[in-house]
């Protein structure tokens, strides 16, 4: 089956500095990438949706200067968490849609921040 | 616009009993159902999905949904809990293949022994 590999697993920063998440389509081009947040014991709001080669959508109330996204290629999309501060810290998690034939979305193992 | 529904946000099963997850959609258009399961601190491992073909999906590790059009709801069941089977359960809806999904509030599932 398709794999969505995403990079870290956990990461630990310091307030006011950013960090790079990255998600990767292993054996497929995938054009869309969503990126996800998902507090503790709350269900998966969706943040942007990533397009290859253009900018990102950005959800309603999501800042997108805070979080930026680059999808530079079909099988890489990148989140940036810029200045983090405490209330960043959330599980992140990036699907992938398989392409060309569409049917689903794959999911990273997800990305734990905490800022501290 | 659409949304999800998951009725119990915690269910409790013994071991070998059957398991059922509710959830109930809301869609404008035809929709695509999925679910979902996520152990923690993971992603989301697809278990099946109804993209309009038969109303009664198979999906892995032996569940399966009805999506029942009349009730809009697509519940989740397996015939004999198992252990492995505790975790995050996510209903989710689209409004087409592949694109953006909106998910329920997720519904734990603890098995007993």
């Known amino acids: 089956g398709a794999v969505v590999s995403q990079h870290p697993s956990r990461v630990i920063c310091k307030s006011g500095t950013s960090v790079k998440i990255e998600c990767r389509s292993l054996d497929f081009q995938a054009t869309t990438m969503f990126w996800y947040r998902q507090f503790p014991k709350q269900s998966l709001m969706l943040m942007a949706t990533?397009?290859?080669?253009?900018?990102?959508?950005?959800e309603q109330g999501v800042e997108k200067d805070k979080f930026l996204i680059n999808h530079a290629s079909l099988t890489l999309s990148t989140l940036t968490v810029t200045s983090a501060h405490p209330e960043d810290s959330s599980f992140y998690i990036c699907?992938?849609?398989?392409?060309?034939?569409?049917?689903?979305?794959?999911f990273g193992q997800g990305t734990r921040l905490t800022v501290v | 616009a659409q949304s999800v529904t998951q009725l119990g946000s915690h269910v409790s099963v013994s071991e070998g009993a059957l398991v059922l997850l509710r959830c109930n959609y809301s869609s404008s258009v035809p929709p695509y159902l999925f679910w979902y399961v996520q152990y923690p601190n993971q992603g989301l491992q697809l278990l099946l999905k109804y993209t309009s073909a038969a109303t009664l999906v198979k999906g892995i590790n032996g569940f399966e949904a009805e999506f029942k059009k009349s009730e809009t709801s697509f519940h989740l069941t397996k015939p004999s809990a198992h252990m492995s089977d505790a975790a995050e359960y996510f209903c989710a809806v689209s409004a087409a293949s592949g694109s953006r999904l909106t998910f329920g509030e997720g519904t734990q599932l603890t098995v007993n022994p």
């Open positions: 990533s397009n290859e080669g253009s900018k990102a959508t950005y």
């Open positions: 699907s992938a849609v398989l392409e060309p034939m569409n049917t689903e979305a794959f």
